[in-house]
């Protein structure tokens, strides 16, 4: 550049005009400081103002329920697929519910590819419980925290894949194997019309995918996290019955006192798993955690319930989430024995989200899994540090990929960051955001660039 304006404006005073369009360009140019490409010099878009922007652009649109906007964030998503040039698709499943499905195709498509999922769905908000519009996606100017729902679950991840992509294939980086993209809808009310139908579909298999990372959490510490499975749910109901009463009468036995002995022992189990996190000898995902969800008793009058009356019928449900490592016919046993026993003339609904297959569901976290391994070495080579392995407390997308037997790691990364998911004021600050795309950039780059397989594995691909 420099050269071309030598040769060109010797001559200062006659060309004075040219001479400041040059200028500008150059600083144009040298400002962004990363692309030398002279056909591209109307809109930077490698520019941090440029990325920053179009995450905000996600953040805008509104996919929060009752009525996510599936549609618009579908669009929005096909626009930066195009202009990142990859291959889309917009998959409907459910009418409404949109699945877009980006390709990035590698040299040896036959070897097990790589899937990137992020939901583009969000919980509700409060907005007058936000210091900021949740969906205005505002950046404060004097800390750099960008405030939007979704800015840490998980529009994030959506866009820093997306944005990671783009700055490889400005490096010229080709990948191996086939890179998938999947944002899908739905997560956040349990996914079935999303990701389960998409990990049960003939797209799927056809995809031929060997990995999937999935989200994870922010860690308020300088450590990302990596979570290698995650808790189990299950819904609780547990009934009592008993001989009704008058309400000024003293007696054993009835409805209200034996639901009441089991709530007791139930709260005492609460505490010695919840000791065990707070006494930092357990993680959160590695105990089994309960809480009790709703009451249900009492007879109704027209002015509400009957004072003097001790119904015959008291029940109460409970949200239970068990991890792995633990033993699930031990909490069977524990409710029929203490927290719902016949002999207290109890009965109780024991509701587990179905497992759909006999595949672990926990992917290895040692050095087993390479992909685990490469996913660390990327995180560090970005001078990130890496926590210890971990259960992810609460269900995601992530189980309907390892109930095919797949191995599938949740990481979202933000460090120092305070976890705000489903809570007002969510929010990521600007520079976290630009890390995490550095971040992704390495991990993607490893995982693409990974071509061992085992030797029979190969052959069977390829026939
Ligand atoms: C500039 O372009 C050349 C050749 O296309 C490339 O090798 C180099 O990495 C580019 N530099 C920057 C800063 O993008
Ligand atoms: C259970 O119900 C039976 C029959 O109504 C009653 O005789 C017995 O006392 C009850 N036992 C308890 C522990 O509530
Ligand atoms: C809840 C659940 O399905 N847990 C299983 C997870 O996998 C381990 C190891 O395969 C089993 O022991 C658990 O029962
Ligand atoms: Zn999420």
């Known amino acids: 550049m420099m050269m071309r304006r030598c040769k060109l404006y010797y001559s200062p005073i006659q060309y004075l005009l040219p001479i400041l369009l040059v200028v500008t360009v150059v600083e144009l140019l040298t400002s962004c400081g990363c692309s030398n490409d002279s056909s591209s010099l109307e809109v930077d878009v490698d520019a941090p103002g440029t990325i920053i922007s179009r995450f905000q652009g996600y953040l805008t649109i509104n996919t929060a329920y009752p009525n996510p906007n599936y549609l618009e964030a579908a669009n929005f998503i096909i626009s930066q697929a195009k202009s990142v040039s990859l291959d889309f698709q917009t998959i409907e499943f459910v009418n409404g519910k949109h699945l877009v499905l980006l390709k990035w195709p590698g040299k040896k498509p036959y070897l097990p590819s790589i899937l990137l999922n992020s939901h583009t769905d969000v919980v509700p908000v409060e907005p007058h419980k936000w210091s900021h519009p949740p969906f205005d996606a505002h950046l404060d100017p004097s800390t750099g925290n960008i405030y939007a729902r979704g800015s840490q679950d998980m529009k994030c991840v959506g866009m820093q894949y997306l944005e990671a992509i783009r700055k490889l294939k400005a490096s010229g980086f080709q990948p191996i194997r ?15 019309d999303g990701a389960e139908k998409f990990a049960d579909s003939d797209v799927f298999s056809k995809m031929n995918v060997g990995i999937v990372l999935d989200e994870g959490l922010p860690s308020p510490d300088e450590n990302y996290r990596m979570f290698y499975a995650e808790r189990t749910s299950c819904s609780l109901i547990i009934k009592a019955f008993g001989a009704p009463g008058h309400g000024a009468k003293l007696y054993d036995n009835s409805a209200m006192e034996n639901l009441f002995k089991s709530i007791e ?46 119904p015959s019928e008291a029940q109460a449900g409970f949200d239970i989430r068990i991890p792995p490592t633990a033993d699930p016919e031990s909490l069977e046993r524990r409710i029929a024995e203490e927290w719902a026993p016949s002999s207290r003339n109890m009965t109780f609904q024991l509701v587990r989200s179905k497992k759909k297959s006999e595949y672990p569901n926990l992917t290895a976290f040692d050095s087993s899994n390479p992909w685990w391994m490469l996913l660390q070495e990327a995180v560090r080579s970005e001078n990130g540090e890496v926590g210890k392995p971990e259960i992810f407390p609460p269900a995601t997308d992530a189980r309907y990929f390892r109930e095919r037997g797949l191995p599938a790691i949740g990481f979202s990364p933000m460090s120092k960051t305070p976890n705000l998911l489903h809570d007002h004021d969510e929010f990521l600050n600007q520079n976290e955001y630009m890390k995490g795309i550095n971040i992704y950039k390495s991990i993607i780059k490893a995982y693409a660039s990974f071509d061992e397989y085992p030797r029979d594995d190969v052959s069977r691909a390829e026939l």
């Open 178 to 192: 086939n890179v998938y993209l999947s944002f899908v809808p739905d997560e956040e009310i349990g996914g079935h």
């Open 265 to 310: 022992s139930i709260r005492r189990f609460r505490d010695s798993q919840f000791d065990l996190v707070k006494a930092g000898l357990r993680a959160e995902g590695e105990v089994t955690s309960i809480n009790m969800v709703f009451l249900k008793a009492g007879t109704p009058s027209p002015s509400g319930f009957a004072m003097n009356l001790q």
